[in-house]
């Protein structure tokens, strides 16, 4: 078969080709490392953006809230005013109708 010359050389060759591409296959990973930690990177710096417009619209839609609350509160008691003076109204307009009916001598009408 091979001697042990050839063998030696046949080693030496296998190493050097294993070297060169470990070494090209480390420059690779290398590359794509810094590749990936760029990405992330800018994936952070979104996140970030998308954490803060967050933040933003939750106080946004507490302030709309609160707002709302309020204006339902007032609204409510607008209403119940606006209830009770047309009940008062409705109120001394039955009496009236009705002391106009009996004064004119007319029939109740219920």
């Not at 042990?4 to 050097?16: K, N």
């Not at 209830?83 to 039955?94: A, F, P, S």
């Amino acid at each position: 078969m091979f001697t042990e010359e050839q063998l030696a050389q046949l080693r030496s060759v296998i190493r050097e080709e294993v070297e060169a591409e470990s070494a090209q296959t480390r420059r690779e990973a290398t590359f794509a490392n810094v590749h990936l930690k760029a990405g992330l990177s800018a994936i952070n710096g979104r996140l970030k953006t998308v954490e803060i417009d967050t933040k933003r619209t939750r106080e946004a839609v507490m302030t709309l809230a609160q707002k709302l609350d309020t204006a339902q509160k007032e609204t409510g008691e607008l209403l119940h005013e606006i209830l009770d003076t047309v009940g008062e109204h409705h109120t001394k307009l039955t009496r009236r109708v009705e002391r106009i009916e009996e004064h004119l001598g007319l029939p109740e009408h219920r």
